[in-house]
């Protein structure tokens, strides 16, 4: 069984029952699909995959097929995905995939099989779900993979004055630096003014390229400009108090006023989301003091451990 080969088309369609058309390049939205395709959706079937040499024998039918009339989103040569068991992982660059479903009842508006009588994504076919979203191009490398998801993370600060430029950001970058000390790529750091709307689309950004920790620092306060926590709780799925919840207690102990943040922290799809305080000294802190039990977290979040409990 083959275990890498070569994308040889990415299609899109933006109707379902439609051909789906080659694009040069297609983004991979965690748990979501390809961006701009009419069947990425929360559900299972996010991506549908096919074999280049499936395709070359259905043409030697006769029909002149193109790549993306079968509804499939990635060709690749050297795979004949229906070999691959349910819960087979592949990577394509920064992206993930994990096989959920193999071969599918063919609808009753299929456009192939209206146009020729057959075709062949029920029997061939196989569909997976995102774990780890980014660009992919044809002529990228596919593989199976069973390396685990690296543990990513990105930085925000919320500051009015430092987007400006009227203030050195010294939060974010001590922020990314005790990552990248406990062991985790930092993708990306940035900082935004203190507005919910903008904050919030940094965070789905984020999240959907899948990056695991997506840490803020600033806007936890009481200022009327303070609204990090609005915009995590509008971004998030699930909350997830006890890890602010760990910050402020750990804080009370160096000073009263601790019990004034609103931080709070959130799961949304495959990544988590936690509010820090503002300051350098704060953010050492309240960082090196979750970090150990985050790393437990994303694992379970991610799927790679399911056990919470220690012996």
Do not use: N, Q, W
């Given at each position: 069984m083959n275990t890498q080969g070569i994308i040889k088309a990415?299609?899109?369609?933006?109707?379902?029952?439609?051909?789906?058309q080659p694009v040069d390049?297609?983004?991979?939205?965690?748990?979501?699909?390809?961006?701009?395709d009419a069947h990425a959706g929360k559900w299972h079937r996010q991506v549908s995959l096919l074999g280049e040499q499936e395709i070359i024998d259905f043409r030697k039918k006769g029909v002149d097929v193109k790549f993306g009339a079968f509804g499939e989103n990635?060709?690749?040569?050297?795979?004949h995905f229906r070999d691959l068991p349910i819960g087979t992982r592949l990577r394509a660059g920064d992206v993930v995939l994990e096989i959920t479903q193999i071969g599918k009842e063919c609808h009753k508006s299929c456009a192939i099989r209206t146009q020729v009588?057959?075709?062949?994504?029920?029997?061939?076919?196989?569909?997976?779900?995102?774990?780890?979203?980014g660009t992919l191009r044809p002529g990228m490398e596919l593989a199976v993979t069973t390396e685990p998801i690296i543990m990513d993370a990105a930085v925000i600060t919320a500051s009015d004055k430092g987007s400006r430029g009227e203030r050195e950001d010294k939060s974010g970058p001590e922020a990314a630096r005790i990552l990248q000390e406990a062991g985790y790529t930092v993708v990306d750091s940035c900082i935004l003014p203190d507005e919910k709307d903008v904050l919030a689309a940094q965070m789905c950004a984020y999240a959907d390229l899948g990056i695991g920790l997506i840490v803020t620092t600033g806007g936890t306060g009481f200022s009327v400009r303070d609204v990090t926590p609005e915009a995590t709780q509008e971004v998030c799925e699930r909350m997830a108090p006890g890890i602010a919840e760990a910050m402020r207690s750990l804080s009370m102990q160096v000073?009263?006023?601790?019990?004034?943040?609103?931080a709070t922290a959130g799961l949304t799809r495959r990544s988590l989301i936690v509010n820090l305080p503002g300051s350098p000294k704060a953010v050492a802190e309240c960082l090196g003091f979750i970090l150990p039990e985050l790393a437990h977290g994303l694992q379970i979040l991610r799927g790679d451990t399911a056990e919470c409990a220690r012996k």
């Open positions: 990415l299609c899109t369609s933006e109707k379902k029952g439609t051909l789906k390049e297609a983004f991979f939205v965690t748990e979501y699909g390809v961006r701009g990635i060709v690749a040569d050297g795979f009588g057959d075709c062949i994504m029920p029997r061939e076919g196989v569909f997976a779900r995102v774990l780890h979203g000073t009263h006023r601790a019990m004034l943040s609103r």
